[in-house]
């Protein structure tokens, strides 16, 4: 699979900052970016993101786990 400088750079490091996975952010879609993305995939359910379906399902879930990071209590900051 083939994809742009820029979506392999957001693609790695969303894998990486969003969903844990261990992979390296370069812009090069390489045999380690298909496995942390195979992982994802799996992970959320979803196919191949060469679709656009796909690629938007992905968006989504990316949004929705940094919202839910953003809101984590641990995050909570203390008036003290």
Same mark, same amino acid.
Not at 52 to 78: F, H, M
């Given at each position: ?27 090069v879609? &390489?045999?380690?970016?298909? *496995? #942390? ?5 799996? !992970?959320?359910? $979803? &196919?191949?993101?060469?679709? *656009? #379906?796909?690629?938007?399902a992905?968006? !989504?879930?990316? $949004?929705?786990?940094?919202?839910? *990071? ?11």
């Amino acid at each position: 699979q083939r994809y742009s400088k820029s979506r392999t750079l957001f693609l790695q490091a969303s894998l990486r900052h969003l969903f844990d996975i261990s992979v390296g952010v370069d812009g090069v879609y &390489g045999p380690e970016t298909q *496995r #942390a993305e195979r992982i994802a995939r799996a !992970d959320l359910g $979803i &196919g191949g993101l060469s679709t *656009r #379906a796909n690629w938007l399902a992905y968006l !989504d879930a990316s $949004i929705d786990e940094a919202k839910r *990071r953003l809101t984590a209590p641990a995050l909570a900051v203390s008036d003290a």
